[in-house]
């Protein structure tokens, strides 16, 4: 019975696969360019503290993939944040920790050649995990965790401004942003939309985030000391306050320099391949839409619920956080998702199908289910060309690119039709639902007044009678749903919608169509 649920789902995906190469989808771009050690902005590193015994600038770096030949002028952007621990490569004993680890450098150069822009980024690092005191080890992990933030907000409006003031550069499309983070920088990639209130913090659940230090409870971060979440303000430790220690610098050091600061830190879709949230409270209706990847029996960071630990012997505990199932449980449960989840739970391709199975319902969820819990990075491996550290055979001996690299065609194969949606790309997803999408000129569509002020009249040719018709905006949630319309004639009310851009979607016998519509 296995051996036939194999062939069907290698008989389908076959199928799937034979539809006509489309950007977005694809990698219609034989070709990539990279451009090595850009940098994006400067901010304030922990790491050097043993040596300088004080916190020191550090230049933030990214290496920049595109399409080779693309004559786009506008491409969506993917921020793209490695692997880690948090630690410098090789100190962190993993195969991963460089903007160009062998997972980085496959991921990135596919996304491009998919069409996408995809700039590979370095962020601060520094904690001490193998600490003897939990409270250090936790105050470390936040801390780092809340530089990362900064860095992918600073990276934002870097790329923003490169635009407005360098003539777009780099050829992005500034309202397309996606955040993606592979491992440690799942971590990145899910807090930055969670994380969007210091308060968030010292008020997290069981007060996890606070220090006592007598005769006060200090919150591990400060944002006079530490900067603002978005990393926009200084962070300075007061003279004299002895608040430092807390941090391992002298009173009086910065921790935080603003970069970029007049532009805004707005992105439009995170996806993670592993990595965790704070607390589950900080999951707020109307956040950024989530596509997430992670192993189901993952021992470092939970699936559901639990406890980081750090890998040593015996493991060391860490801090409580939420993992990608009940992110994705609430995500769903407020419509953060809708952008795409509306109409990615009509599609029937092979992926979706796969993560249906084990996702309890919980669309942009694509659990994978390891035998070996110390293979929760499946997507994770070695090459000849990479220094990866092999200190990860001891635990998880099969790490070889052929096996990652089916995984990194799942985890592609999945989000690459979600990230069109989310983004507003107006692909063509047919494959995905079965459904043929037809030319508005093939049904001979005709919409007046277009812009209109209170109603809209459609017609279609005799032999494409409208089945049904759907208003969604542009991010792709639905307003109104007409049904058993069954005529060639169709006139829709503006109600209550607001002036602005929409979506009509008219479902016909054989396909569906789409046209764009403006109230003024």
Known sequence: MKKFL????????????????????????PNVNVQYDLTYGVNATVLLIPFFHEAVPQPLAFDLYSPAGDTKTERPLIIYFHSGNFLPFPQNQSVSGTKRDSTVIEVCTRLAQMGYVVASVDYRLGWDPVNPTKAVRTSGIINAAYRGVQDANTCI?????TYAEEANKYGIDTSRITLWGQGTGGYIAMNCSALDNYLKIPTATNGKFLLSIPPNIVPMILPNVNGDVEGKSLGVVPPGSGLGALWGVPDGDTLCYPNHVSYSSNFQLGVNMGGAIGDSAWVDPGQKPLISFQTTNDPFAPYKHGIVVVPVTPPLEVVEVEGSYYVQQLSNEFGNNNPYALQSKSFTDPYTTAANKLNDGYEGLYPILRANPYDSSPWD?????????????????DMSPEKARLFIDTIIGYAAPRACLALGLSCNLSRYTGTKNLDPATVGLNMVPNPAQDVIHLSTFTDFPIQSATILDINGRVYRTIEKVNSNQLTINRSNLNSGMYIVRLRFKNGEAFSKVVFK
């Open 6 to 29: 194999l062939l069907l789902f290698v008989f389908s995906l076959v199928i799937f696969r034979g539809f006509a190469q489309e950007r977005y989808l694809d990698r219609i771009f």
């Open 157 to 161: 409006r870097y790329f923003k401004k």
């Open 381 to 397: 491996f070695w090459a000849s060309s990479n220094p990866n550290d092999t200190t990860g055979r001891k635990t998880n001996p």
